[in-house]
């Protein structure tokens, strides 16, 4: 096998043809798995509550959302980008996490019927890296 084809996990000697990057790098899937939920666990324990959290970890969240849940449509959905540029009111607890997002942001200067936004509340539990849609308003 090349080089070029090998998991970047040391040690690691997968067969594997398909293999995801992080970080740049390499990894077979449970490699990857590995190493994104262990980076994502970490800055989440490592988020002081009283504070907005990590960019980095904003965009873990978001990135494991993506690559995990399935969207349909007239279901309640986040993307990457919500998570990272469009979510506030950050809360943690013990467990999990409380945000909200604004889905559809509208340039309001378009006036009827786009003057509206929709925020959402969601809650992502570190232990079983899940996530909830607790809400919906139209403001
Ligand atoms: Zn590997």
């Known amino acids: 096998m090349k080089e070029s084809f090998l998991c970047k996990n040391p040690g690691c000697n997968s067969q594997e043809l398909s293999f995801r990057l992080y970080d740049g790098q390499q990894f077979c899937n449970d490699h990857y ?3 994104f939920s262990a980076e ?5 324990e490592g988020w002081v509550e009283t504070t907005e959290p990590p960019d980095r970890l904003k965009y873990l969240i978001g990135r494991f959302y993506s690559e995990n849940e399935t969207a349909f449509i007239g279901k309640p959905s986040l993307t990457k980008a919500i998570v990272q540029k469009r979510s506030y009111g950050w809360k943690k607890g013990k467990d999990c996490a409380v945000f909200s997002v ?12 786009y003057c509206f936004e929709d925020h959402q509340t969601w809650s ?5 890296l899940t ?6 308003e139209r403001k």
């Open 33 to 35: 798995k590995e190493i």
């Open 40 to 44: 994502l666990i970490s800055l989440f």
């Open 102 to 113: 604004v889905r559809n942001p509208v340039d309001k200067r378009l006036g009827y019927p």
């Open 124 to 128: 992502f539990c570190i232990s079983g």
């Open 131 to 136: 996530f909830t849609f607790l809400s919906e």
